[in-house]
């Protein structure tokens, strides 16, 4: 003779055989809202981390001009690759400040960094105080920001570099302030130096 199972052992039975449609849906419902809440989150995050990313690295690269212009007793330059800051730029002694890398010897012109373009979307302008585009920032043998350029470009300082986020927000935006000694300063939002 067969014994029935006890009540406790027919109901954990009936547990055991899965979700029912309903608490499925339910699941489901919970994830999608979760998800619609933490993906703008993570898009912000991101977002942020790519801008101050770029600030940081075109700080890092002024630094590494003026430091390199003092290390060779040569002028250094920062130029925009293409015309176009948002392309990416190249850093490269410069002795004769014509815009090339030419020369011999031991005073021969070099590059010394090329920076990659930025994050998609990003926009990165430079001008100086008089509100004039730059397409290079110089650096004298003594590190101090160039202020007569070839082709007899004037440089009014401080330079401003903003860098523009791809929803445009310029609170969240940055700027790097280049002062006439050279030295660099990020500030938080898109202002004037």
Do not use: Y
Not at 34 to 39: D, F, W
């Amino acid at each position: 003779m067969r014994q029935r199972p006890a009540a406790d052992q027919r109901v954990s039975r009936a547990h055991s055989r899965g979700l029912t449609f309903i608490e499925l849906m339910v699941t489901l419902i919970v994830m999608a809202i979760l998800l619609s809440l933490g993906v703008p989150a993570v898009q912000e995050f991101v977002v942020n981390n790519q801008t101050t990313t770029h600030t940081n690295q075109i700080v890092a690269d002024v630094a590494l001009a003026r430091s390199q212009a003092l290390a060779l007793s040569n002028s250094v330059r920062i130029s925009a690759t293409g015309g176009q800051w948002k392309d990416g730029w190249l850093i490269a002694s410069d002795g004769d400040q014509n815009g090339l890398i030419n020369g011999a010897g031991e005073r021969a012109d070099a590059a010394i960094r090329q920076q990659e373009a930025v994050s998609t979307d990003f926009q990165v302008a430079v001008v100086d105080a008089g509100g004039t585009a730059l397409t290079s920032l110089w650096f004298n043998r003594l590190g101090a920001g160039v202020q007569k350029l070839p082709g007899g470009v004037t440089v009014d300082f401080p330079v401003t570099v903003t860098i523009t986020r791809p929803d445009g927000d310029t609170d969240k935006s940055k700027t790097v302030c280049v002062a006439a000694s050279g030295v660099a300063i990020a500030r938080k939002g898109v202002v004037s130096c």
